[in-house]
């Protein structure tokens, strides 16, 4: 079995550095007005959702016909999640960039995001189950997209149950 | 590539992998313009595939309407309603009740299909949000694996059947009802007695009488369970139902033994399909036929009913079941005594545990904020019920999740299991467990923000929770958006319900207040409109009348009471004082809703789906048949004569039934009956007539189904041509039947 052509539900997530200062629901604002200017390159911004009152999940919700972007709580780490929806030519790449790019326009908010390590997760069970197979897949096609013995995976999520995750460090 | 139908094949009830085949036939027709989007809108709606705010393309992004330019801009699922926009798919739980296994499936096609949340509503589903309708019969097929179905949980047809989530541990009940909702569920799911009605109709059960937990008095069907001389039965009730005007529901019988419960359910379907508008959507409900007709007249006309229907062996095959039913926990019975208790467990406990009728057990209530929970939360209650509780989980009208047969002896442990998933909350049932529909969040008909008002006054209060009065913490908050009273504001001690006012041009968020609902007796008065006040100063009301509540009390007087007893005028002067709005230049903040920055508009606000589109029986049966000839034409491509063959056959078999019906309702599903009906009611009368072709196209159904299968290619693909022929015949007589039934006699 292979995904890479077809596994497009993939997702990037980006931790916020000192996350404990920030108040996610202030940043509502900021996303109504990425709406107004359509900011996001590639993206058709529809819709603000507040969820920040639900432990550890997706905090404040930003809904694209493409993908969504959050600032999502779970595994208590705070930071900028992407989650492709459509297809794409290269999703690994739009997803990465997705990600940060909205990292980027959060930055003029003030906010700060680590720059070394970020998480990409397959959002897809069928084509990507979190199964020792789906791991080496996963692997496979992040070492592809990052050539080169600087940069470290590390597998996510042991529950079974969880999406399929690796830990991206750049060195 | 590997898709959910090929994983899935074999471990799908065989009829429900069926009907989403069909289903996904549908779209596709839709998107080759081959079905009606009105009609491809109930069709979805009976799926459970509703729209979302903004589907219509449109968006006040606070400063102009914007034009939200989907990919598939030309395509539409329904009337102004674009097909890539997010939409929302409802998910019927029977009752509320779940095992382990479907809360983990539930977590996996949140996260996959929607936005990682899952939603429960106020009747006991679930709700996905920001779904795409592409998506939707690979999300049907994974429900399906696990034995659930979304079919009829939106569109004019019977919803979720809720009951009380305390049934079969609950001290004040007489019997539980758990298994008498499951079955009436299954027996009207797809019911063909059900599948004509004007409007929705929703049916609920309790144990009790005094007890609100099954809202039976608000419900279009209600049955409340009592034993006669031993026997098991219920006192049943039509009519009731929330909406603008809130109905009180009308006693049918104050004892229905346990094997007439169904039957009399599809009668009152049956007198409901016939006799229930069907036009104007705003009386179509059956509240409005049995205030319209009276209570005795429309009793009569049901018992009229019972007596002719043909008799069905699963009006009591599942009786036995009944009795014998039994949940199996995880854990024998042990008593709480010394155990060491955590930190807040006292204070969670009394709120959230509730001790069962069975000693050694008790419920514990997981209090879910605004209905919510995520899918990380929900695979670790799995696991929490698997350990705690068996396979019983239950979600609640309040949108919360309970967990029954925990043994005493575990609930520090599942309570402190629940704080690490940040669900361990005290509060189930009081004040700070506010009840919240979407609202403008994702409701095309939403006013008002009911869930940031919800969010903001739940924020407010959980800070000084503890410090409150007993009396206040004790009454209950709900609040919709706007008056369809989805958030069940009538039932609450302080209601709310969304409306706005304009204020020197501009317009500003209000929510009319309603006070003194009465959460008891299955809701057994509804809460009285007093005025409205403008959104941002709803919580200042809230703490007024609460700290009054508990500063004049008399006794335990209940706030029912006392709101009955200081009077409406000392309520609405309590309210005047908070209607005056700032204006725009002094605090623009009143010119905005909760938990929402942009300058409020009324300009989002869409065409509402609840009520569903108004398609008859003979349009969905005629569709059906469409949808059989177009497989016909996809197995011709497939070079497969012998398929083609038989689906075009059965195509023109459905459009004759599809008339027939019209003619002799009950008629039997069986190709012989329907030829010899078809011909006797429609063809030889020559109702089924082309002025230029006469009866040339039944002849041809009739050729095929005299002369048996076709064999040859081009024999076939005659026969396909000849069925999409007949087809379209039918809809032609189709007109002529409406126009006949137009011109008869009024019905009664």
């Known amino acids: ?171 | 590539m590997l898709n959910w139908k090929e994983k899935l094949a074999g471990s799908m009830p065989s009829d429900l992998a069926g009907e989403i085949d069909v289903y996904e036939t549908q779209i596709e027709l839709r998107r080759l313009g081959k079905v009606d989007e009105k009609l491809f809108a109930e069709t979805r709606l009976r799926r459970g595939v509703y729209g979302q705010r903004y589907d219509n393309g449109q968006r006040h992004d606070g400063t102009r309407t914007q034009h939200l330019g989907y990919p598939s801009a030309a395509l539409t699922k329904g009337p102004e309603t674009m097909w890539d926009a997010p939409g929302m798919q409802r998910i019927k739980i029977p009752f509320g009740g779940l095992s382990p296994a479907q809360l983990e499936l539930l977590a996996d096609v949140a996260e996959e299909h929607a936005d990682g949340i899952l939603h429960v509503t106020t009747r006991q589903d679930f709700q996905l949000h920001f779904t795409h309708i592409d998506e939707t019969p690979t999300l049907m097929r994974r429900l399906a694996s696990v034995g659930i179905t979304t079919r009829e949980a939106c569109g004019n047809a019977v919803r979720n059947v809720t009951a009380c989530p305390l049934a079969g541990v609950c001290h004040t009940e007489t019997f539980d009802v758990t298994p008498y909702a499951k079955a009436l569920s299954r027996f009207l799911l797809g019911h063909p007695d059900t599948q004509d009605f004007g409007r929705k109709f929703k049916p609920a059960f309790s144990g009790c009488e005094q007890e609100a937990c099954g809202l039976v008095h608000m419900h279009d069907l209600g049955a409340i369970a009592r034993l006669v001389d031993g026997r098991r039965g219920f006192r049943l009730f039509v009519g009731g139902g929330l909406g603008t005007v809130p109905y009180q529901a009308k006693v049918f019988s104050e004892f229905v033994p346990e094997e007439e419960l169904l039957p009399l359910a599809q009668a009152i379907g049956r007198v409901y399909a016939r006799l229930g508008e069907k036009q104007n959507r705003a009386r179509a409900r059956i509240k409005f036929l049995v205030a319209k007709l009276g209570i005795d007249e429309f009793r009569r006309l049901v018992l009229e009913e019972r007596a002719l229907l043909p008799p069905d062996p699963r009006w009591t095959s599942y009786i036995g079941e009944a009795h014998a039913f039994h949940e199996t926990p995880s854990k024998p019975p042990a008593p709480l005594d010394g155990a060491p208790r955590p930190a807040g467990f006292d204070a969670w406990a009394a709120t959230n545990v509730h001790r069962q009728r069975q000693p050694g057990y008790a419920v514990a209530a997981i209090t879910l904020p605004l209905g919510d929970l995520t899918s990380r939360q929900a695979r670790r209650v799995a696991d929490l019920a698997r350990r705690y509780s068996g396979d019983s989980i239950r979600t609640t009208v309040e949108q919360n999740i309970v967990l029954r047969w925990v043994s005493e002896a575990d609930l520090p442990a599942l309570y402190g299991g629940l704080v690490v998933l940040g669900l361990g909350e005290p509060g189930a049932g009081t004040i700070l467990d506010v009840t919240a529909c979407p609202g403008t969040d994702t409701c095309k008909l939403g006013i008002a923000s009911s869930r940031g008002l919800a969010r903001e006054i739940r924020g407010r209060l959980a800070g000084r929770f503890f410090t409150l009065d007993t009396a206040a913490r004790g009454l209950r908050l709900k609040m919709s958006g706007c008056f369809n009273s989805c958030g069940q504001h009538h039932t609450a001690d302080i209601g709310f319900y969304g409306i706005t006012r304009t204020v020197a041009g501009r317009k500003v968020p209000h929510f009319q207040v309603l006070l003194g609902g009465t959460w008891k007796d299955n809701i057994g008065a509804y809460g009285l409109s007093v005025g409205s006040i403008p959104a941002k100063n709803v919580p200042l009301f809230v703490d007024r009348i609460t700290e009054r509540f508990v500063r004049e009390r008399r006794g335990q007087e209940g706030f029912a009471d006392f709101v009955g007893r200081i009077g409406k005028q000392e309520c609405r002067n309590m309210i005047e004082e908070l209607m005056p709005v700032p204006a725009y230049e002094t605090d623009p903040s009143y010119y905005s809703d909760w938990g929402d920055p942009r300058e409020f508009t009324m300009g989002d606000l869409g065409t509402g789906e609840c009520a569903g589109e108004v398609v008859s029986r003979l349009d969905f049966d005629l569709q059906a048949a469409e949808r059989l000839c177009f497989e016909a034409q996809l197995k011709m491509e497939a070079r497969d004569v012998a398929g083609a063959d038989d689906l075009a056959y059965r195509a023109m078999l459905q459009a004759a039934l599809a008339l027939v019906k019209e003619k002799w309702y009950d008629v039997p599903n069986e190709p012989a009956v329907i030829a010899r009906e078809f011909r006797a009611r429609l063809l030889e009368p020559k109702i089924f007539w082309d002025r230029f072709a006469g009866g040339k196209f039944a002849q041809d159904f009739f050729r095929r189904h005299d002369g048996g299968p076709v064999s040859s290619g081009d024999e076939v693909r005659r026969l396909v041509e000849e069925s999409q022929l007949f087809i379209e015949a039918a809809h032609a007589c189709a007109d002529r039947l409406r126009q006949e039934k137009a011109a008869g006699p009024p019905l009664p």
Not at chain 1, 43 to 64: K, M, N, T
Not at chain 1, 116 to 140: H, K
């Open chain 1, 1 to 171: 079995m292979t995904f890479e052509g077809d596994l497009y539900r993939l997702g990037v997530k980006i931790d916020l550095i000192e996350p404990a200062a920030v108040d996610l629901r202030a940043l509502i604002p900021a996303f109504h007005r990425w709406i107004q200017k359509q900011a996001l390159a590639g993206h058709l911004l529809i819709d603000v959702h507040d969820y920040s009152h639900v432990h550890e999940g997706p905090g404040i919700l930003l809904v694209a016909h493409e993908g969504n972007f959050s600032l999502d709580g779970s595994d208590g780490r705070p930071g900028l999640a992407y989650q492709r929806k459509q297809p794409a030519a290269d999703p690994l790449a739009v997803s990465i960039e997705g990600a940060r790019a909205a990292c980027r326009l959060l930055e003029t908010e003030g906010l700060r995001f680590r720059a070394d390590e970020f998480l990409v997760f397959a959002n897809d069970r069928l084509l990507a189950p979190n199964t020792p197979e789906g791991r080496s897949m996963l692997e496979s096609l992040l070492r592809k997209a990052f050539p080169g013995a600087r940069v470290a995976l590390a597998p996510q999520a042991a529950d079974p149950r969880e999406r399929l995750a690796y830990v991206v460090t750049l060195g």
